[in-house]
T-cell receptor
């Protein structure tokens, strides 16, 4: 167990809808990272937060947004969902903003029908 | 543009054999090269990592070989075991942020 908790494990929704994925980092970790894993694109970095502030941005669509709260948990919001958004979404955390050692959660599997 | 190319896509090895997975990168600014192991239903887990100032790093049965001039690095799993059956991802990142760019993954099956 990595200590990173993601909820829900599975999410089934329809096109055009909006969903929120939640991540609780390991105790003491200040950085949270979001990744998307799909058959088409592989494993891709979306966005990083460090102690509540956005630190780095990757291939994140404008329809997607994230935030990190004062208790350090993070949420990834996906809106106007399309079929192609179906993927595994992983959250990872690290102690500092230096992400050389990241601990991944078990992921949320999103199915857009 | 795929910045980190990984091969093979899948690999079948007999128990006790050597598993070899190769990666090549393009961006010479990359200076941190981790390998991740992912079991079904789990997230990736950091297995071993290397920086370009060394050509080899060994941890137990796992060894990374690094060739800076060729911009290539590889993972060797010695005495492969059925419990090693998983998907392996190589990655590369720049120092500072350490945000990884992943290869496409290699599905390893070790037959008993």
């Amino acid at each position: 167990d990595s200590g990173v908790t993601q909820t829900p494990k599975h999410l089934i929704t329809a096109t055009g809808q909006r969903v929120t994925l939640r991540c609780s980092p390991r105790s003491g970790d200040l950085s949270v990272y979001w990744y998307q894993q799909s058959l088409d694109q592989g494993l891709q970095f979306l966005i990083q937060y460090y102690n509540g502030e956005e630190r780095a941005k990757g291939n994140i669509l404008e329809r997607f947004s994230a935030q990190q709260f004062p208790d350090l948990h993070s949420e990834l919001n996906l809106s106007s969902l399309e079929l192609g958004d179906s993927a595994l979404y992983f959250c990872a955390s690290s102690v500092t903003d230096r992400g050389d050692i990241q601990y991944f959660g078990a992921g949320t599997r999103l199915s857009v029908l | 543009q795929q910045q980190v190319k990984q091969s093979p896509q899948s690999l079948i090895v007999q128990k006790g054999g050597i598993s070899i997975i190769n990666c090549a990168y393009e961006n010479t600014a990359f200076d941190y090269f981790p390998w991740y192991q992912q079991f079904p239903g789990k997230g990736p887990a950091l297995l071993i990592a290397i920086r370009p100032d060394v050509s080899e790093k060994k941890e137990g049965r796992f060894t990374i070989s690094f060739n800076k001039s060729a911009k290539q690095f590889s993972l060797h799993i010695m005495d492969s075991q059925p419990g090693d059956s998983a998907t392996y991802f190589c990655a590369a990142s720049k120092g500072g942020s350490y945000i990884p760019t992943f290869g496409r993954g290699t599905s390893l099956i070790v037959h008993p």
